[in-house]
């Protein structure tokens, strides 16, 4: 079970910190991502973070912004998000799945937590 949490409403300009709280998976066994669908578009990968914690990958439009990071002790996955845009404003998904290859399609996930919604709006 993957739950996500910390969304909210924010002003443009502003941070947040979401969180994925993981159960019922061995956390270092898997390679953990999240991904973005906002209203009447289609699901969007945001970033992810292999098994070790030692690979990131970062979509193009959150690159420089967003931080992808876990904890093992925790078996939670992280998302930092600065200088949010308005563009930004979606349901934010954690997911998981067990080969690192391919992370950036958003099609190949196993395991989907519930979804947060982010919303940057002055």
């Known amino acids: 079970q993957l739950q996500a949490s910390g969304g909210g409403l924010v002003q443009p300009g502003g941070s947040l910190r979401l969180s994925c709280a993981t159960s019922?998976?061995?956390?270092?066994?898997?390679?953990w991502g999240w991904l973005r669908q906002a209203p009447g578009k289609e699901r969007e990968f945001v970033a992810a973070i292999s098994w070790s914690g030692g690979t990131t990958y970062y979509g193009d439009s959150v690159k420089g912004r967003f931080t992808i990071s876990k904890d093992n002790a925790k078996s939670t996955v992280d998302l930092r998000m600065n200088s949010l845009k308005p563009e930004d404003t979606a349901v934010y998904y954690c997911?998981?799945?067990?080969?690192?290859?391919?992370?950036?399609?958003?099609?190949?996930?196993?395991?989907w937590g519930q979804g947060t919604q982010v919303t940057v709006s002055s």
């Open positions: 019922g998976l061995t956390f270092t066994r898997y390679n």
């Open positions: 997911a998981a799945r067990s080969v690192l290859v391919g992370m950036r399609n958003v099609d190949e996930y196993e395991y």
